[in-house]
């Protein structure tokens, strides 16, 4: 079983539409999570760290439930830059280990 | 300045082959990685060096062969390649201080295509 498991999608949404992801991690030692963006062929990005009491950035809401091992996040007002690949991480155990999700694809059209 | 830097980005290469690939990060940090990328787009990670030493070692085949010359640089050769390698592989980095807060940088990543 994967460690962290996410919905591929693709999501196919319209400019201003407010989308949301969901992942589920199997370990419930997980310590630290965060989402991460990655562009078609580029490298990933932090996009934000999640916190339990749950932390926006602008249009971005993350939200954590530990007690259904569920991370969420949360897009307002889509933007056509917003395309990419929204990846969802947690740390577990040892802080220099990081697990990836497979990733959920956002295709924002206008 | 890139920050973490790979070469080469592409390789094409015969089965059986062996090839390597190169990172540096100009950045300070203390612990570098290489993760691998398969089709799925799941991202998985393989080794991890902190101040030259190895301090993960997923379940990679022993053809995975990680060398960390100093901090900076963490290159990875792999023996006897297999259409399987096919993936792209990234090169991370990142501070002690800064991991808490998931804070990874990576490299452009180098597609590897084993023919």
Redesign the interface.
């Given at each position: 079983r994967?460690e962290v498991e996410q919905d591929?999608g693709p999501f196919n949404v319209p400019e201003g539409a407010t989308v949301a992801f969901n992942c589920t991690y199997s370990n419930s030692a997980s310590?630290?999570?965060?989402w991460?963006r990655?562009d078609c062929r580029?490298?990933?990005?932090?996009l934000m760290?999640v916190y339990s009491s749950g932390n926006e950035d602008g249009r971005f809401t993350a939200q954590l439930n530990r007690a259904s091992q569920y991370i969420s996040l949360l897009i307002r007002d889509s933007k056509l830059s917003d395309s990419a690949?929204y990846?969802c991480?947690v740390?577990i155990y040892?802080?220099?280990?990081?697990?990836?999700g497979?990733?959920t694809k956002l295709n924002v059209k206008p | 300045d890139t920050a973490v830097s790979q070469t080469p980005k592409y390789l094409v290469t015969q089965m059986g082959n062996d090839k390597s690939i190169k990172c540096e990060q100009n950045l300070g940090h203390d612990t570098m990685y290489w993760y691998k990328q398969d089709s799925k787009k799941f991202l998985k990670i393989m080794f991890s060096y902190n101040n030259k030493e190895l301090i993960i070692n997923e379940t990679v085949p022993n053809r995975f062969s990680p060398k960390s010359p100093d901090k900076a640089h963490l290159n990875l050769h792999i023996n006897s390649l297999e259409l399987g390698d096919s993936a792209v592989y990234f090169c991370a980095s990142s501070q002690e201080r800064q991991v808490n807060t998931g804070e990874l940088f990576f490299g452009e990543g180098s597609r590897l295509t084993v023919l």
């Open positions: 994967k591929p310590q630290s999570f965060f991460y990655q580029k490298e990933p990005k932090l760290s690949t990846l991480v740390n040892n802080f220099n280990k990081f697990y990836f497979s990733g | -």
